[in-house]
């Protein structure tokens, strides 16, 4: 078999680091700047409420609002967003580029399976638990508290770490791998062998829910070589009317899992999926995280579905929320995927 083609040959290194250093410093200066606006524009407000305002309003305000503060408030901003893309980029020229499935230890690695036409919209996106969808006023407010250039696969990364080292087959034709999981590139003609093998050896398998034909194979793959309890099936955050409503691609998943298993031709019965619960406080969401939830399996075809419910969180800040629900939702839920699999003795006996 030919050796798949791989952008790993057109990584710098060394350019990534100075990137990634780059982008951190304007980052930092942006956060900065930003800072420094936001006190001076708290300060304008005792000059409006002074009394010659009421005498020449139109020019008060014009002179209370300074424009060296908008000057400032928008370089700030513009370096926030350049300093993230800036480290966003570098990351892709340090990001792991595996030669062969081989390098990937049997029973030591999570395996992370996702629809590549999702990939566009992730790397834009903020951590696991930055916002996913919501008002702009919220997206604003969020990326001036959460400032951090970390994509939603790295932050996926950075959760299912605790497993094992993450590998996932790259996208063909990209002219860089995307920060995040270690990246496997697989020939467009002859992958399904090396992945079925992939999700046969590895400790875990995360797959993010799509109606794809590739995802719904993968999914029926993993269904018929491994134990529910090593399969976890992740769902994204999309825009829709209503963000109470499951998640578009999950309910496209479901509707095609039936007549994708019936084309294996196998005798295999699709697990029941089950339906999206509401969130705890309905009316107070405004947005919701880049992992909108997790799916656990746990056996006879059973599934538990755990959403990441921003409202059933109580913080002042952005920040603390998205910290409340890494700690009290995500994190519980990691624990039992762990107690979950078999013991590290237990997979050296396991054959494989």
Known sequence: MADPPSPGGRQRPFLGRSMRVVGALMIGSGCLLVL??????????????????????????????HLVTFTTL????????????????????????????AQLEDRRFVL?????????????????????????????????????????EEGIVRSFRRFGRVAAVGQPGESLPLPGADKLYL???????????????????????GPGPGTLWEFTEAVRLLPPSRLVLLVLAEPRPSLIDPPPSY???????????????????PPVLPDCPPPARPKKLTWE????????????????????????????????????????????????????????????????
């Open 112 to 152: 992370y399976l996702r629809p590549f036409y999702g990939d566009r919209v992730t790397v834009q996106q903020s951590s696991a638990f930055g916002e996913g969808h919501s008002s702009l006023s919220t997206v604003m407010s969020a990326g001036l508290q959460e400032p951090r250039s970390m994509t939603l």
């Open 289 to 352: 995280p880049g992992l909108h939830a997790v799916v656990r399996f746990c056996g006879e075809g059973s599934a538990e579905y755990s959403r990441l419910d921003p409202t059933a969180v109580r913080a002042l800040t952005y920040q603390g929320v998205a910290r409340g629900i890494h700690r009290r939702q995500l994190r519980p839920l990691l624990r039992e995927i762990e107690n979950s699999l078999p013991s590290a003795a237990e997979e050296e006996r396991r054959p494989v």
């Open 74 to 101: 928008s370089g700030g901003l513009l370096l926030l967003l350049a300093g993230r893309w800036l480290a966003r980029h570098g990351r892709r020229h340090t990001t792991r580029v595996l030669r062969s499935a």
């Open 251 to 269: 309910e496209a998943f479901r509707e095609a899992l039936p007549a994708a298993f019936a084309a294996r031709g196998e005798d295999l019965a």
């Open 36 to 65: 420094v606006a936001a006190s001076r524009m708290r300060g304008t407000s005792f000059a409006m409420n002074s009394p010659g305002r009421a005498q020449n309003p139109w020019l008060w305000t014009f002179l209370s609002l």
């Open 187 to 209: 020939p467009l003609n002859d992958w399904k062998p090396v992945v079925s093998d992939l999700i046969g050896r590895a400790r875990l398998v995360i797959l993010v829910a």
